[in-house]
């Protein structure tokens, strides 16, 4: 199937430090192509996937699970490692929980986490409903475009399929269980005005890993999309701050590089 428009991989090579970004639940890079872009503009080397089952329709999503977007990210971050002196994970909802299971696994390989408005649960009646219900109905309606600045949109699947949602249902569980393991420094941004995830994932989150250096930030104008939203602006300076004090040659790159995807 072909990818949607706007929903293409993004790759750029800059300096030494990489920054991979993970995008969420039935999305696509494209909620997060402005920030990546931000951060090749400043000499980084960033990797951006489409996580599989994601980009094109949502029946081709509802024949994966989270151990192929896993794995996908996971391959991304090998490829940075290969490339780059010092590696950054940043991502957006379920891309954070992709983003902590990759820190809690790889130690030391991973400089640092941002994560804006992180997927820890899924909540509701329906989530202890989903085993049963998605041998019987295929999908509900989207999560797209949670966003508050108008005329901001998301590329993203107007639909649910509740195979794939059973999955991530497992996959938050197990991400949940490893969180103590994640001790690298951190951002967490998140939106107190989230239709998608609540700000108790925030919390949780941040009450269950073992990182020190940890900084929590309020998005106050935005809604789950904060990458699209009134918050854009001060998730990527933020981020950037905190890269440049963890990798100072960070401060100092170059814009140098050259940029792949649509």
């Known amino acids: 199937m072909p990818v949607l428009p706007g929903a293409e991989p993004y790759r750029h090579e800059g300096g030494e430090v990489g920054v991979l970004l993970c995008h969420g639940f039935t999305g696509t890079p494209q909620s997060l192509r402005p920030w990546a872009e931000y951060l090749a503009e400043r000499?980084?080397?960033?990797?951006?996937?489409?996580?599989?089952?994601?980009?094109?329709?949502?029946?081709?999503?509802?024949?994966?699970?989270?151990?192929?977007?896993?794995?996908?990210?996971?391959?991304?971050l090998h490829d940075l490692r290969e490339r780059c002196?010092?590696?950054?994970?940043f991502g957006l909802s379920m891309g954070g929980a992709l983003a902590l299971r990759l820190?809690?696994?790889?130690?030391?390989?991973i400089s640092g986490l941002v994560l804006v408005n992180p997927g820890n649960k899924v909540h509701g009646v329906a989530a202890h409903a989903l085993p049963v219900a998605r041998h019987f109905v295929a999908t509900i309606p989207g999560i797209a475009s949670d966003i508050a600045k108008e005329g901001s949109e998301e590329v993203a699947y107007a639909r649910v399929p509740l195979h794939a949602a059973h999955s991530l249902r497992k996959f938050f569980r197990l991400v949940d269980a490893e969180l103590p393991q994640v001790t690298q420094p951190m951002v967490l941004?998140?939106?107190?005005?989230?239709?998608?995830?609540?700000p108790a994932d925030s919390?949780?989150?941040?009450?269950?890993?073992?990182?020190?250096?940890?900084?929590?930030?309020?998005?106050?104008?935005?809604?789950?999309?904060?990458?699209l939203d009134h918050d854009a602006d001060r998730i990527f300076e933020e981020s950037h701050a905190f890269l440049s004090r963890l990798a100072p040659s960070v401060g100092a790159g170059s814009t140098e590089g050259t940029a792949t995807g649509g």
Request: aromatic share 8%.
């Open 103 to 109: 820190a809690a696994k790889h130690g030391d390989a």
């Open 43 to 76: 000499g980084l080397t960033v990797s951006l996937p489409l996580l599989p089952g994601h980009g094109t329709r949502w029946q081709d999503l509802a024949a994966t699970g989270w151990q192929d977007w896993y794995a996908e990210v996971d391959r991304a």
């Open 85 to 89: 002196s010092q590696v950054f994970v």
């Open 203 to 227: 919390a949780r989150v941040l009450g269950r890993v073992s990182s020190t250096d940890v900084t929590e930030i309020l998005l106050e104008q935005s809604y789950h999309v904060a990458t």
């Open 189 to 198: 941004l998140h939106s107190p005005q989230d239709h998608v995830v609540p």
